[in-house]
């Protein structure tokens, strides 16, 4: 297999193959060591005798201690009698070497020996324990790792003291693997920063960086063990458990956000924390939007103009910027993820402002689906295998999705055919039978081709009116740019984005099935809007968000002509509520009865929603923005920084300035976990559909599951395909198919691992007696929990992994991992839904057939191909947050010297509000000669061109289609005011002017008139553009008999008189002859089109109408 790739033509793939070649031919060096499967005869009571001698040891080596710490004169004989003599303990001995106690400790080195002594004695006995507590559990395996302990404990634990205390505290023991591990996470032999690769399961976590964090602490150095948000509270309990005993080390844990409000006084004392954590010796454990906010406060601060008070604070944040850049050494805990180029994060400037377009912006979105979702179920009838619509009732929106393996003809077709729809006026917003000849001929060209040549751009832009253009542009960026076929083929609906309706309107990115990303956005405008159509279409609409759509609705001016719309998209609607008069929401049977029923799901009524409440208030963004990224976690410091991970293969794609080593000969980890998976007890695979080759619901794979020989007590979703119930839902359906299992194991919605007993409630799983008896449960892992969870299965265990899309080979030997026993007693089988199995059968170098079976090798080679389709994809993100960093960094330089704060503001600040033009147009020469490409910035620089070459890359992509990003915003203080009202007063009679009575009877205004002013008077400051040809009586701005503002009370208008001929439109082609443009009015209304941009919709908004908007051709 490795040798397929090897010969592949893409320079990537064959690199991937060379290092995982190597990774095999490390596995062969090493020996085959096999264990006994069971103890001897006399194993128990050579483990007793050896206990009893490391007892003796431990007791002398503790009397003598006593003895010499005993009272010795008269004196403090009378001090121990009246209990002031201090203490003599195991443990009390033990703390003498913590690191407080230290320096005392270096002038006696006699007592030093006699003390790390009694610690390895400790040990020892310790061990003898654990010894006999598993060899009476009869577990082989595992004695035989904790007999090994034995020829490694004396390597160098004697001069790592804190490496003592940690394993006492912890009862355990540091394997030779894990000393070394951490050896070179102390002191890398490469002498910069490194990240290391370790198996799954060999205690990264909770033994190694305990170990290396109390060893750095040394009072020198500020020591942050950075981690993800998601595991920052398992990590914390964890130091706290493992260091807050005999080392006696303080863990330090403080969060900072842009929430957070910072002045002189507040950065002053966050200094004398961090100075203080330093000084005692302490952990710092901190995430890293942490790391990077308080990086971008500072710019922030000192970048933007202000008072002396903010000069203030910026100089002190910089201050405390580079004293951490000096003093900090960083640990990394699954480095992969936190250095992985999708992180990164933003701080937004300036006031937030619509998105360009807008609403045409979302309303245009929205109508373009309905057109996709047509002609993606035209495309199922001639290909069901390529493309999905689940079609629905009650006008529901289908579900749609273009399969991985659709062919990119299929896809083409699918924007042609769109295209050629949108050409012929079939798009409500975009009547492209009102463009010139000269433009409708091209708009195919502009609607699909993503290389149009700058010419013919320029000739169609020219042709157009700005309006209209913008129209075009949208329609481009979602056809030409990729973003519709993206967002339905990339992204899976409560698996890659979904709603979170707590922090956000708008659809959010998802870490895994049903789980929000905690503060990410998606990073794209249109895509953003792409997707929170598709998340409301296949959520609906909440009780309350139908409930205040109605009343939006009644407070239109002609409610019943939108309500219409709704009706019409759901046919099936109740005759009794066709019509909007049959509608009360104050009627909660009703309204919980029918109307939810009818309009919670109809995609016309979401549209309302989506186009009135959502869109107006969530799809804003704001002029310039502040990024960091995963480069600016890894930079080069006057300390290092080291991290680890269970997986490597996003080594290509690391930050430059740190790299991945393997000096303590683990390289043949991914070959060792490759091994496992071909077993021959791993060797099967089901695939997940039915005989018409559709996807199995959730309740029909279960039966499947449970049918299977041996039976399978885990069921690891690495694919998320369960999206049909959620996980409480889904293990109550598998107890029912298993009534021989007592309880099933879970994750529940709030990341908590639960047990639920056979008719019975959920309980948390570390109190439950069942914690004890995996081998009574059947367990269930979604795919968010297939990384980091780690259960005691018993030997015996199989599981079933799920596939599915973009599913690399990291992913699934995570997901395998969680079965510690893997190639040791336990096992894996594989099961795949029908888009996925073809995929796998194409992957092979000659296609398997339908009827031939899959193996593991086949789904690994699967894996490994995804994986490279990954890699490749995320080149372009690594390049640019490379290019981007480089700027920063070499500005940050320069300022150094200059103290020029327009090198900052120029290298940091970045624009976000980008208008249509600027996204989907087409640049001129000049343009891309002055701004140049990413692939050639990219080359400019030496190491990410040497990367760029390494990985066989010619040409870069725009990155920012799926880009996300952590935003952090600077909120508005808010406050809550109570508002004195204007009391009510009597209303004024009303006296007809003579200069009113003098315009009825003649048709002509007084020159001079006081009687007649205009009607919007009272807004014209703040509106100028309104119509200033429209006139009332004086009287109307005087509706009461009290002072008041003269925009206080409008009085309604009941009439209207009208002048035919008056001066300023006397050559108004209206006048001429109204037939035309009155024909263009009805053959708009009767198309369902908005008035805005035409004369009656400039009126009723009360805008001037001019000559020139009578000049138009309506030929």
Not at 1074 to 1092: C, N
Not at 1095 to 1109: D, K, M, N, Y
Request: with cysteine; aromatic share 8%; glycine share 6%.
């Amino acid at each position: 297999m490795f040798a397929e790739f090897q010969q592949n033509q893409n320079p990537l793939n064959r690199l991937y193959a060379a290092d995982l070649e190597m990774s095999r031919g490390e596995l062969e060096t090493k020996p085959n060591v096999s264990l006994p499967q069971q103890f001897s005869p006399d194993t128990m009571r050579d483990l007793k005798q050896s206990r009893e001698h490391c007892k003796r040891n431990l007791v002398a080596a503790f009397q003598q201690l006593n003895s010499a710490l005993s009272p010795q004169s008269e004196i403090e004989r009378i001090a121990f009698m009246s209990g002031v003599w201090p203490r003599i303990a195991p443990r009390t001995i033990l703390q003498r070497l913590s690191l407080r106690s230290r320096s005392q400790l270096d002038s006696l080195p006699a007592w030093k020996d006699e003390l790390v002594g009694y610690a390895q004695a400790f040990i020892d006995y310790q061990k003898s324990q654990r010894l006999i507590s598993i060899a009476d559990s009869k577990q082989t395996e595992e004695f035989y790792k904790e007999l090994d302990l034995a020829s490694c404990e004396s390597d160098s634990g004697s001069q790592d003291l804190d490496c003592l205390l940690v394993q006492i505290d912890g009862n355990f023991g540091a394997r030779s693997v894990q000393r070394q591990v951490a050896q070179e996470m102390i002191s890398p032999s490469s002498g910069s920063n490194t990240v290391l690769q370790l198996n799954m399961g060999e205690g990264k976590s909770s033994v190694i960086v305990p170990i290396v964090a109390s060893s750095l602490a040394d009072s020198t150095r500020l020591v942050r063990v950075v981690v993800l948000k998601p595991l920052w509270r398992q990590m914390f309990d964890l130091l706290v458990n493992r260091l807050s005993g005999l080392a006696n080390r303080r863990i330090y844990y403080l969060p900072f956000g842009r929430h957070i409000s910072v002045d002189d006084e507040s950065s002053q004392k966050l200094r004398n924390l961090y100075e203080e954590c330093l000084r005692e010796g302490g952990i710092l454990l901190i995430q890293p939007e942490h790391i990077l906010s308080f990086k971008l406060m500072g710019i922030e601060r000192l970048i933007s103009t202000g008072d002396s008070s903010d000069d203030t604070v910026a100089k002190a944040l910089r201050d405390i910027q580079g004293w951490l850049e000096t003093h900090t050494r960083d640990i990394l805990d699954e480095s992969d993820e936190i250095l992985h180029v999708r992180y990164q994060l933003v701080y937004t400037i300036g006031k937030q402002q619509p998105l360009d377009g807008h609403p045409d912006r979302w309303t245009t979105t929205q109508q373009l689906l309905q057109l996709a979702a047509m002609h993606i179920a035209k495309l199922q009838q001639e290909c069901p295998t390529s493309v999905i619509h689940k079609d629905t009732q009650g006008g529901r929106f289908p579900m749609l999705r273009i399969m991985p393996g659709c062919p990119e003809e299929l896809q083409r077709k699918l924007i042609l055919d769109i295209a050629t729809d949108v050409r012929n006026g079939r798009l409500l917003n975009l009547s492209c039978d009102r463009l010139p000849l000269s433009v409708r001929d091209n708009l195919i060209e502009l609607f699909t081709d993503n290389k149009l040549s700058f010419s013919d751009y320029e000739s169609l832009r020219h042709a157009c009116d700005p309006a209209s253009w913008n129209g075009l542009l949208l329609i481009r960026g979602l056809l030409a740019s990729g973003i519709l076929v993206f967002a339905l083929k990339h992204r899976y609906y409560r698996v890659d984005y979904g709603l979170q309706l707590n922090r956000s309107l708008l659809a959010v990115p998802y870490r895994a099935k049903d789980i929000p990303s905690l503060k990410a956005e998606f990073g794209h405008p249109d895509v953003a809007i792409v997707l929170t159509c598709l998340s409301y279409y296949y959520h609906g609409l909440t009780h309350q968000q139908l409930s205040l759509c109605f009343e939006l609705l009644f407070k239109l001016d002609n409610p019943s002509l939108e309500y219409e719309q709704w009706v019409m998209r759901n046919e099936s609607t109740p005759e009794e509520l066709k019509q909007l008069n049959g509608v009360n929401i104050k009627d909660q049977q009703q309204f919980t009865g029918k109307l939810v029923e009818n309009f919670a799901h109809n995609s016309a009524t979401i549209d309302f929603f989506l186009s009135s409440v959502v869109f107006p208030k969530g799809a804003k963004e704001f002029p310039k923005k502040l990024a960091t990224s995963g480069w600016d976690l890894a930079e080069k410091k006057l300390h290092i920084t080291t991290g680890f991970s269970g997986t490597n293969d996003n080594r290509y794609i690391l930050p430059t300035s740190i790299s991945q080593t393997d000096p303590v000969r683990q390289l043949s980890t991914n070959a060792l976990v490759l091994n496992y998976l071909l077993q021959p007890e791993n060797n099967f695979y089901i695939c997940m559909g039915d005989e018409e080759s559709g996807n199995l619901p959730t309740n029909g794979f279960l039966n499947l599951l449970v049918s299977q020989t041996p039976k399978v007590q885990v069921l690891l979703d690495v694919g998320a395909q369960m999206l049909d119930l959620r996980n409480e839902e889904l293990v109550r359906c598998w107890l029912c198919l298993r009534p021989d299992v007592k309880a099933a194991v879970y994750f529940n919605d709030r990341d908590e691992l639960v047990v639920l007993p056979q008719k019975g409630s959920p309980s948390p799983f570390s109190t439950s007696p069942f914690a004890q008896q995996l081998d009574k449960c059947i367990v269930y892992l979604d795919d968010g929990h297939t990384r980091g969870t780690d259960l005691k299965l018993p030997r015996d265990s199989r599981a079933l992994v799920t596939l599915g899309p973009k599913v690399t080979k990291d992913r699934l030997l995570q997901g395998c991992m969680r079965m510690r026993k893997l190639g040791h007693g336990q096992s894996v089988m594989f099961a795949a839904p029908p888009e996925i199995d073809t995929q796998i059968r194409n992957a092979c170098p000659i296609p398997i057939d339908l009827d031939a079976p899959i193996d593991a090798l086949d789904v690994l080679r699967w894996a490994m191909q995804e994986t490279c389709k990954d890699l490749q994809h995320h080149v372009s993100h690594w390049a640019q947050q490379g290019v981007d960093y480089t700027r920063r960094h070499n500005a940050e330089r320069e300022y150094e010297q200059t103290h020029d704060i327009s090198l900052l503001q120029k290298a940091w600040t970045a624009p976000e509000a980008r208008t249509l033009e600027e996204m989907y147009g087409v640049p001129s020469p000049e343009a891309l000669q002055t701004r140049g490409s990413l692939t050639r910035r990219a080359s400019m620089l030496p190491e990410l061109r040497k990367g760029l070459e390494n990985l066989g890359v010619i040409t870069l992509d725009d990155p920012s289609m799926d880009e996300e990003q952590e935003r952090e915003v600077a909120h508005e203080i808010e406050r809550q005011e109570e508002t004195q009202r204007p009391a009510k007063g009597e209303a004024k009679g009303h006296i007809i002017h003579p200069d009113v009575e003098h315009f009825v009877s003649t048709g002509n205004l007084p020159a001079a008139q006081s009687g007649i002013i205009p009607l919007f008077s009272p807004f014209c400051s703040s509106h100028p553009d309104i119509s200033n040809s429209l006139f009332a009586p004086y009287d109307s701005q005087e509706d009461l008999r009290i002072e008041v503002d003269s925009d206080g009370f409008v009085k309604p208008r009941h009439r209207g008189l009208s002048v035919l001929h008056y001066p300023e439109y006397a050559d108004c082609n209206f006048l001429t002859s109204p037939i035309p443009a009155l024909k263009e009015l009805i053959g708009l209304r009767r198309k369902g089109m908005r008035y805005l941009l035409t004369h009656v919709g400039q009126i009723l908004h009360a805008r001037t109408l001019t000559p020139e908007r009578f000049t138009a051709d309506f030929d």
